[in-house]
């Protein structure tokens, strides 16, 4: 809020040198101004009505209150026009050498936002202050990469205007006409003479004149650059740009220095003209500098001492105008250093106490994986116990029990093939048998889900095969096994799985041979979708009746199915279809 009310003070204090000549229309833009980025365009696009006025002291305060509005944190397009716009300023105060720094400022930063036509402005703006400091190589270079980044096509609208193509080749065509190569000069002024026509480029109109002027004079072709001077004055004139204006007097002056009438002539044209309009100083300086030269060629010595005391007076005022624009400058920069530098205090505070929450974070983060650890560990221990417990009670069921129960199977079936035994004894033996092979089977497949090395599908349909054949061997009935899957060690069942599963099939089974009378029955086994195994029990008997229907067992195999959260339908078709799919 202060920031904001020190603007303002600022502001008010400029209108009042500032009403005189500044459009209405800005000022009151600004006035109404509600956000920051609102007062940053008015304030720029005052900085840029006055470089347009040629007023450049005015169009330096405002552009250094718009980069008091700026952060200079930030890297976008208002900095690159910012830095392009200071870099011209420098140009027209002649400190060429800043103009340049600001130039390859402004180059880098619109090459971070990748802009080809904000990197174009700024090479054009390094070439031409290269141009004033007699890097002409270098100029050269610059404003080729000008040419070269310039977009063809280019409709965005900007916050300032922005160099065009008869701007480029204008300059190219000074660079050449500066190292003397005149023919270069003449082809790339005539090709910026064509751009600047189709575009109806005000300056670049009366600025290309000239330049075909100074071409011409400096191969002697007076006639030829009289015609262009006056071409050029009057194009500049209907644009009001009265700098170029005066400098094409003081042209006219070298081009007609043998006719002392003419020259005065234009002398007192471009004094007039300057005592008329607001031009920059060193535009003024370079019409004194030509008609010093001139004056001194015709001897005239009263106008030499006069111009002389005009080069001094325009030098102690550039002078001391250098030393203020350097002063600002020095200023300027010291604002931006310290902006950088409480934006990197207030950069690293923040970066301290993330840091802070990231050692909190990783200290917290390296407290949980070791609990998870040591959980998983131990989970890891518990389950392997169990899972030893479990291999031991299978052994223990199959080397006790299991012993057990073929001792009386086999003392049942001597007590049957005894001759002696009366028929009573011999139909308990019988129960006794059945019951034992029974017992034996369950106790046989217990033990079997309980023994982790059965874990796969080829354990289990080896398993269920083998019990198939064995149920249905010496009976009627047909047992075909078949399976379609590939790579059945790699799937894997647990035990939980394998056991309901079982119990299901073989309730199936065992009621297919009960009460189906049929003379055939094929187990296929199939995997659908990768994700689903399918078990599908077909037999060629009489299928549902209420005679024959499952009862509990249906119930049984539907909970086991469940269970193993599957599905199990059943119906009849040419005997008994039943299906059952389970998620793996």
Known sequence: MKFILQFYFFFFCLVGWAQHSVDQP????????????CRIKQSFLLAEYFLETDDIESSQRWLEKTKDLVSPKVIDSTAVFIQSLQSELFYYMGLYQFGTNEAEKAIENAKQIKDSLLIADAYFFLGINQLEINELEKAQQSLWKSRNYFPKKSNRKHI?????KEHIYNNIAQSK???KEMDSAVWYNAKA???????????GIPN???TFGQIYLSKNQKDSALFYFQKSIHSAVNSNYYDIVLLNFSYLMESQSDDPVLVNHWFEKGMGL???????????RYFYVTALAVFKKRNQTDKVAFVQEKIIAIDDETQLKGNFYIQNITEQYAKNENKLLTFQVEELTK????????????GLSLIILSLVIVIIRRKNKIQQTLLDQKNEISKDLHDDIGSGLSSILIHADLL???????????????????TGKEISQRLNAFIWSLNTEHNTLQHFCEYTKQYGATLFEETPISFVFQNSIKNKETIKMNGQQRKNLFYALKEILNNTLKHAQATKVVLHISLETNKQLQFTIQDNGTGITKANAFGNGFKNIQNRVEDLKGTFTVKTDNGLLTIITIPL
Request: hydrophobic share 35%; with cysteine.
């Open 274 to 284: 300057m005592d008329q309009k607001i031009i920059n100083i060193t535009f003024q």
């Open 177 to 179: 006409f500066k190292l």
């Open 26 to 37: 800005l000022l009151k833009n600004l006035q109404n101004c509600k956000t920051e980025k």
């Open 160 to 164: 300032r205007s922005l160099i065009q």
């Open 416 to 434: 049957l093939k005894n001759g002696t035994s009366d028929e009573k004894q011999k139909v308990l033996a019988t129960k006794i048998n059945q």
């Open 193 to 203: 003479y064509t751009f600047a026509k189709k575009n109806n480029s005000k300056r």
């Open 351 to 362: 970066q301290r106490k993330y840091a802070f929450l990231q050692l909190i974070a990783a």
């Open 208 to 210: 290309i004149e000239q």
